[in-house]
């Protein structure tokens, strides 16, 4: 196939799946086939455009012209592919979890739930590959939409009031403002195509494109910076598998994924170097990495805190974004790959316990490392991982992320991140160490501690999304390369 | 003269002429098949205008042969052939539609004059748009009115007479203030066609009759168009006129309103006087905003939703309003955008609760609890003629506020662009309750309800349809509008 078919037949398999899933909703076995092959299906076209495109001439594939002069297109560029890789791998992944625990768990409405989880995954596709900023507001507008049965699922008075949290939030900030960035900055530039060294000439005013630049990152409220992220703890009443696939992956990283290509090729690392109010936006995200980390340490509820957790992440590659050099961009790109892996591991853990073990508090799983061990153990290389400890993928990340406040050369922002570590060491690690370590308390300790762990699906998935943890620290080279062909 | 050119007349009879054929044939049936039969010709005279003017330029039609400024003209412009395509489209839409929800909301011994009534009314604002001659715009406005109020007062509500009284009042008011400022020009000017207005009016433009009658018909025309502070007889009027009265006025008489007001400030009267010499454009703009801000809030407090949207439509209004105020080219290109895909999505949202109000009785906020269940389709469409409202890509509301923003960036009022944009977030709050109320409740299980019948899903999916066709392939859309914008803001002249 050439370049664009595959670009057109990896947004139309995830919305053909979603037919499919409806269609086939009433025979449950087909239809989570039907999700796991259009999964494998969907990245192995991504994997054969990685291949066969070179990013250097890229071809763009013209969907509409809906405003003369702006197209909807789409085209690919090394961002986007990492983005597209990371979420198309692990959709199918996801969706082997989700079969374990869906059914375990015993939920309704299964069939609105795959489907809506297909469109979701569509329009995650759309955001990664879109050409201009107007392609990748219409497909984040098709994502907050789509994920809103999903975080609503349970269709109760909690899930409805969080669907309003959710919505509110992600709709009033991307209209109220990342809308009216995009509009100033058609009306300042006539283009709002993604181009190397942006789009605003040398003598744009620093005065409006600081203006600007601040409407984009609190505009982007998928990202979850203070203080609008208070939509992601609310959106933890969904089922864990969206929480974990969406949630920890899609979603958030279509947020930051937002600003990555905001700094890069709407305004340039340069002029972002140049900008008095980046660094005080990378101030904001240290604020956020920082407070997010100690709300986290407050929370009981094990879901709950892997949502801050994911906030302060997040804030991470903002900051990386926001600091005007390479090191801050690569690092905040590989951060997006590192840190998916690690945090679905986590959350595909907290289903396993909440399925197998009906837990849902961090309290209660003392000991639990033994009934568990397996489970526990992912949870530990995990979490692990996201502090950014060798042998584990999230090492690279926090390195080149480092390395970048330092050629920023703001101390203060290095700081932020060590102590961000050892914060992420407080609240995530000690949980295993505990499970393991401490006996359990309500001991009915008569009885022997028999292992029961979570259905063979969703271990086989932890498992896979474990081994990503471990490989992606020896194989960190490629996405360094790819993300060094930006510049 | 072939049959061809007589088209600019033709839209306003075969409708006009309907009427009484309504009456005359006296069955429901046979009154619904002629109606929607006048409306669908409509329909594609006006495509053909359309198409001619596009090809030809300005057609002017002399009534009678008579040429003008003595005889009365009938002058088809590129902004007056998109209006016509607007109204007739909807009006065939809406017939399609009425077939059922009349028979359940009308007495069957008054059916037939229903369908009459309603003629008049389209036939009136055909006329409205379709003249050139200041007078007739009187004429037709007073026979779209009078025929609005006797089918308002149908309502089967006891509260339509009330509403239908009070929207008398008021356009009466209004109807008179129109013809006091048509009077004071005249005299001043001694001519009624509206072209030979505009020639004469610039030598007689520093008096104090040409000032007072320019405000008169301002305010006049601003009393139909229900701008903020001249709404108050609006909500009423939609909320308990029957459901096709609702989704045929909310979708184009308003419309027309705004095409008068355009066609008054810019086609008789000049930019410069309007805009500059009086200070409408101050106006407009503060009363747009005001009118945006505070009806979407009002919206979001409203039990019943016909309501909702009818306050939903004040501020919708306050939108074009506004894209006129700002008196750029790009600001009337929202405008009229907006007239157009305004009429998209009240079209449908009107005729979907038209549709729920014929299986349920009732369009209060209660009732609607369980529906996404029991209506899947019609709610389907209220979800998306409700993002529509919004403004969320790819629809045909996007377009608009995107033009309308642009419009204040490039004025610099950026102010002014984040208030348009808290109106969509209002609008956000406003669509939620009833999405919530549709999916999340519990439906009455006392009561068995159905889907809607296929004649009314059958327009309302052409609409919702509509609404993203026309939100991602706008070259029809955006090209006529901003050729009728730059026409009338003078870029040519």
Same mark, same amino acid.
């Given at each position: 196939?050439?370049?664009?078919?595959?670009?057109?037949?990896?947004?139309?398999?995830?919305?053909?799946?979603?037919?499919?899933?409806?269609?086939?909703?009433?025979?449950?076995?087909?239809?989570?086939?039907?999700?796991?092959?259009?999964?494998?299906?969907?990245?192995?076209?991504?994997?054969?455009?990685?291949?066969?495109?070179?990013?250097?001439?890229?071809?763009?594939?013209?969907?509409?012209?809906?405003?003369?002069?702006?197209?909807?297109?789409?085209?690919?560029?090394?961002?986007?592919?990492?983005?597209?890789?990371?979420?198309?791998?692990?959709?199918?992944?996801?969706?082997?979890?989700?079969?374990?625990?869906?059914?375990?768990?015993?939920?309704?409405?299964?069939?609105?739930?795959?489907?809506?989880?297909?469109?979701?995954?569509?329009?995650?596709?759309?955001?990664?590959?879109?050409?201009?900023?107007?392609?990748?507001?219409?497909?984040?507008?098709?994502?907050?939409?789509?994920?809103?049965?999903l975080v609503t699922h349970a269709g109760n008075e909690k899930s409805r009031k969080a669907g309003r949290v959710y919505l509110g939030l992600l709709m009033g900030t991307s209209v109220g403002f990342l809308l009216l960035a995009m509009i100033w900055t058609w009306q300042l530039t006539g283009t709002l195509d993604f181009k190397h060294g942006g789009v605003f000439s040398?003598?744009?005013?620093?005065?409006?494109?600081?203006?600007?630049?601040?409407?984009?990152?609190?505009?982007?409220?998928?990202?979850?910076?203070?203080?609008?992220?208070?939509?992601?703890?609310?959106?933890?009443?969904?089922?864990?598998?969206?929480?974990?696939?969406?949630?920890?992956?899609?979603?958030?990283?279509?947020?930051?994924?937002?600003?990555?290509?905001?700094?890069?090729?709407?305004?340039?690392?340069?002029?972002?170097?140049?900008?008095?109010?980046?660094?005080?936006?990378?101030?904001?995200?240290?604020?956020?990495?920082?407070?997010?980390?100690?709300?986290?340490?407050?929370?009981?509820?094990?879901?709950?805190?892997?949502?801050?957790?994911?906030?302060?992440?997040?804030?991470?590659?903002?900051?990386?974004?926001?600091?005007?050099?390479?090191?801050?961009?690569?690092?905040?790109?590989?951060?997006?790959?590192?840190?998916?892996?690690?945090?679905?591991?986590?959350?595909?853990?907290?289903?396993?316990?909440?399925?197998?073990?009906?837990?849902?508090?961090?309290?209660?799983?003392?000991?639990?490392?033994?009934?568990?061990?397996?489970?526990?153990?992912?949870?530990?290389?995990?979490?692990?991982?996201?502090?950014?400890?060798?042998?584990?993928?999230?090492?690279?990340?926090?390195?080149?992320?480092?390395?970048?406040?330092?050629?920023?050369?703001?101390?203060?922002?290095?700081?932020?991140?060590?102590?961000?570590?050892?914060?992420?060491?407080?609240?995530?690690?000690?949980?295993?160490?505990?499970?393991?370590?401490?006996?359990?308390?309500?001991?009915?300790?008569?009885?022997?501690?028999?292992?029961?762990?979570?259905?063979?699906?969703?271990?086989?998935?932890?498992?896979?999304?474990?081994?990503?943890?471990?490989?992606?620290?020896?194989?960190?080279?490629?996405?360094?390369?790819?993300?060094?062909?930006?510049? | 003269?072939?049959?061809?050119?007589?088209?600019?007349?033709?839209?306003?009879?075969?409708?006009?002429?309907?009427?009484?054929?309504?009456?005359?044939?006296?069955?429901?049936?046979?009154?619904?098949?002629?109606?929607?039969?006048?409306?669908?010709?409509?329909?594609?005279?006006?495509?053909?205008?359309?198409?001619?003017?596009?090809e030809l330029g300005t057609i002017s039609y002399w009534l009678g042969g008579w040429e003008p400024p003595w005889g009365i003209e009938y002058r088809i412009d590129l902004l007056a052939a998109y209006v016509l395509l607007i109204v007739t489209a909807i009006a065939s839409l809406v017939m399609l539609f009425a077939k059922k929800s009349v028979e359940k909301e009308i007495?069957?011994?008054?059916?037939?004059?229903?369908?009459?009534?309603?003629?008049?009314?389209?036939?009136?604002?055909?006329?409205?748009?379709?003249?050139?001659?200041?007078?007739?715009?009187?004429?037709?406005?007073?026979?779209?009115?009078?025929?609005?109020?006797?089918?308002?007062?149908?309502?089967?509500?006891?509260?339509?007479?009330?509403?239908?009284?009070?929207?008398?009042?008021?356009?009466?008011?209004?109807?008179?203030?129109?013809?006091?400022?048509?009077?004071?020009?005249?005299?001043?000017?001694?001519?009624?066609?509206?072209?030979?207005?505009?020639?004469?009016?610039?030598?007689?433009?520093?008096?104090?009759?040409?000032?007072?009658?320019?405000?008169?018909?301002?305010?006049?025309?601003?009393?139909?168009?229900?701008?903020?502070?001249?709404?108050?007889?609006?909500?009423?009027?939609?909320?308990?006129?029957?459901?096709?009265?609702?989704?045929?006025?909310?979708?184009?008489?308003?419309?027309?309103?705004?095409?008068?007001?355009?066609?008054?400030?810019?086609?008789?009267?000049?930019?410069?006087?309007?805009?500059?010499?009086?200070?409408?454009?101050?106006?407009?703009?503060?009363?747009?905003?005001?009118?945006?801000?505070?009806?979407?809030?009002?919206?979001?407090?409203?039990?019943?939703?016909?309501?909702?949207?009818?306050?939903?439509?004040?501020?919708?209004?306050?939108?074009?309003?506004?894209?006129?105020?700002?008196?750029?080219? /790009?600001?009337?290109?929202? *405008?009229?955008?907006? #007239?157009?895909?305004? &009429? %998209?999505?009240?079209?449908?949202?009107? $005729? @979907? !609760?038209?549709?729920?109000?014929?299986?349920?009785?009732?369009?209060?906020?209660?009732?609607?609890?369980?529906?996404?269940?029991?209506?899947?389709?019609?709610?389907?469409?209220?979800?998306?003629?409700?993002?529509?409202?919004?403004?969320?890509?790819? /629809?045909?509301?996007?377009? *608009?506020?995107?033009? #309308?923003?642009?419009? &204040? %960036?490039?004025?610099?009022?950026?102010? $002014? @662009? !984040?208030?348009?944009?808290?109106?969509?977030?209002?609008?956000?709050?406003?669509?939620?309750?009833?999405?919530?109320?549709?999916?999340?409740?519990?439906?009455?299980?006392?009561?068995?309800?159905?889907?809607?019948?296929?004649?009314?899903?059958?327009?309302?999916?052409?609409?919702?349809?509509?609404?993203?066709?026309?939100?991602?392939?706008?070259?029809?859309?955006?090209?006529?509008?901003?050729?009728?914008?730059?026409?009338?803001?003078?870029?040519?002249?």
């Amino acid at each position: 196939m050439t370049e664009l078919q595959l670009i057109t037949w990896i947004l139309l398999i995830p919305v053909i799946a979603s037919v499919g899933i409806l269609i086939t909703g009433k025979y449950p076995n087909l239809r989570e086939a039907v999700s796991i092959f259009a999964g494998i299906g969907l990245f192995s076209l991504v994997a054969q455009l990685a291949a066969i495109t070179s990013l250097e001439n890229p071809q763009s594939l013209v969907l509409a012209e809906p405003i003369p002069g702006l197209t909807l297109s789409l085209s690919l560029e090394p961002l986007g592919l990492l983005f597209a890789l990371v979420a198309s791998f692990l959709w199918p992944i996801t969706i082997l979890y989700a079969i374990g625990y869906m059914r375990t768990h015993q939920e309704k409405n299964q069939t609105r739930f795959y489907a809506a989880f297909a469109v979701s995954i569509a329009a995650a596709m759309g955001i990664a590959l879109s050409e201009n900023m107007l392609t990748l507001f219409v497909f984040y507008e098709i994502l907050t939409l789509s994920t809103y049965p999903l975080v609503t699922h349970a269709g109760n008075e909690k899930s409805r009031k969080a669907g309003r949290v959710y919505l509110g939030l992600l709709m009033g900030t991307s209209v109220g403002f990342l809308l009216l960035a995009m509009i100033w900055t058609w009306q300042l530039t006539g283009t709002l195509d993604f181009k190397h060294g942006g789009v605003f000439s040398a003598e744009a005013d620093p005065a409006i494109l600081g203006v600007l630049l601040v409407l984009y990152v609190i505009g982007t409220g998928k990202a979850a910076i203070m203080p609008f992220h208070r939509w992601l703890p609310a959106a933890m009443v969904a089922p864990t598998p969206v929480s974990a696939l969406l949630h920890a992956v899609a979603v958030v990283k279509a947020g930051v994924f937002t600003i990555l290509k905001v700094s890069v090729y709407l305004f340039g690392i340069d002029t972002i170097a140049g900008l008095a109010v980046a660094d005080w936006l990378a101030g904001l995200a240290g604020l956020t990495i920082l407070l997010a980390s100690l709300i986290a340490m407050t929370k009981d509820n094990l879901k709950t805190r892997l949502a801050y957790s994911t906030i302060s992440q997040l804030s991470y590659i903002i900051m990386g974004a926001m600091l005007g050099v390479t090191a801050g961009i690569i690092g905040g790109g590989m951060h997006i790959a590192m840190h998916a892996f690690g945090k679905i591991t986590l959350f595909f853990c907290a289903g396993a316990i909440m399925v197998a073990a009906h837990k849902t508090k961090v309290s209660e799983l003392d000991g639990l490392g033994r009934r568990m061990p397996f489970t526990m153990l992912a949870f530990l290389i995990g979490s692990l991982s996201i502090v950014g400890l060798p042998p584990f993928g999230g090492t690279w990340s926090k390195w080149m992320l480092i390395q970048g406040t330092m050629d920023n050369g703001i101390w203060l922002f290095t700081m932020v991140l060590l102590i961000s570590s050892l914060l992420n060491i407080a609240y995530l690690v000690v949980i295993p160490v505990r499970a393991f370590f401490k006996p359990e308390n309500n001991s009915n300790a008569a009885s022997p501690t028999a292992i029961n762990e979570a259905p063979l699906a969703s271990l086989l998935a932890i498992s896979i999304a474990v081994t990503g943890c471990i490989l992606l620290f020896f194989w960190s080279e490629p996405i360094y390369q790819l993300l060094g062909g930006i510049f | 003269m072939s049959f061809m050119d007589h088209l600019p007349i033709l839209v306003v009879i075969i409708p006009l002429l309907t009427a009484p054929l309504c009456v005359l044939l006296n069955r429901p049936i046979l009154a619904w098949f002629v109606s929607i039969l006048s409306a669908l010709i409509s329909f594609f005279i006006a495509i053909q205008l359309v198409f001619q003017v596009n090809e030809l330029g300005t057609i002017s039609y002399w009534l009678g042969g008579w040429e003008p400024p003595w005889g009365i003209e009938y002058r088809i412009d590129l902004l007056a052939a998109y209006v016509l395509l607007i109204v007739t489209a909807i009006a065939s839409l809406v017939m399609l539609f009425a077939k059922k929800s009349v028979e359940k909301e009308i007495p069957e011994n008054r059916i037939a004059y229903f369908y009459a009534a309603f003629m008049l009314a389209f036939a009136g604002l055909l006329g409205i748009v379709a003249t050139g001659d200041a007078f007739n715009v009187f004429v037709f406005l007073e026979i779209s009115s009078l025929s609005s109020y006797a089918l308002i007062s149908m309502g089967k509500d006891r509260r339509a007479l009330n509403a239908s009284f009070t929207y008398l009042i008021m356009g009466t008011i209004g109807a008179t203030f129109i013809l006091i400022g048509i009077g004071s020009l005249y005299m001043m000017t001694g001519t009624l066609n509206m072209a030979d207005l505009a020639a004469r009016l610039p030598e007689v433009a520093d008096t104090r009759t040409v000032r007072a009658g320019f405000a008169f018909l301002t305010v006049g025309v601003g009393l139909k168009l229900a701008l903020f502070p001249l709404h108050l007889w609006l909500p009423n009027a939609y909320a308990y006129a029957p459901s096709v009265v609702t989704a045929f006025l909310a979708a184009t008489a308003t419309k027309v309103a705004v095409y008068l007001l355009i066609r008054i400030i810019l086609g008789v009267f000049t930019l410069d006087f309007s805009l500059q010499l009086m200070p409408l454009d101050t106006l407009l703009v503060t009363l747009g905003l005001i009118g945006i801000i505070s009806a979407s809030l009002v919206a979001v407090y409203q039990g019943d939703i016909k309501r909702m949207f009818a306050y939903s439509s004040v501020a919708q209004i306050g939108y074009m309003v506004l894209g006129i105020g700002l008196a750029t080219t /790009t600001g009337l290109t929202a *405008s009229i955008l907006h #007239l157009f895909n305004h &009429a %998209l999505m009240k079209g449908a949202l009107f $005729i @979907a !609760l038209g549709a729920i109000a014929f299986r349920i009785g009732s369009t209060s906020i209660k009732d609607f609890s369980g529906l996404g269940k029991r209506m899947p389709w019609t709610m389907a469409a209220i979800v998306a003629g409700g993002l529509s409202l919004i403004g969320i890509p790819p /629809t045909v509301g996007f377009i *608009s506020k995107w033009y #309308l923003v642009l419009a &204040a %960036l490039e004025l610099e009022l950026w102010p $002014i @662009a !984040l208030l348009i944009l808290v109106g969509s977030i209002l609008a956000v709050i406003y669509i939620w309750r009833l999405v919530e109320a549709a999916y999340f409740g519990k439906p009455n299980p006392y009561q068995y309800v159905q889907e809607a019948p296929l004649s009314m899903l059958l327009p309302l999916w052409i609409l919702v349809i509509a609404n993203f066709y026309f939100g991602i392939q706008t070259d029809f859309s955006i090209g006529l509008a901003s050729s009728a914008a730059s026409e009338l803001s003078g870029v040519g002249r």
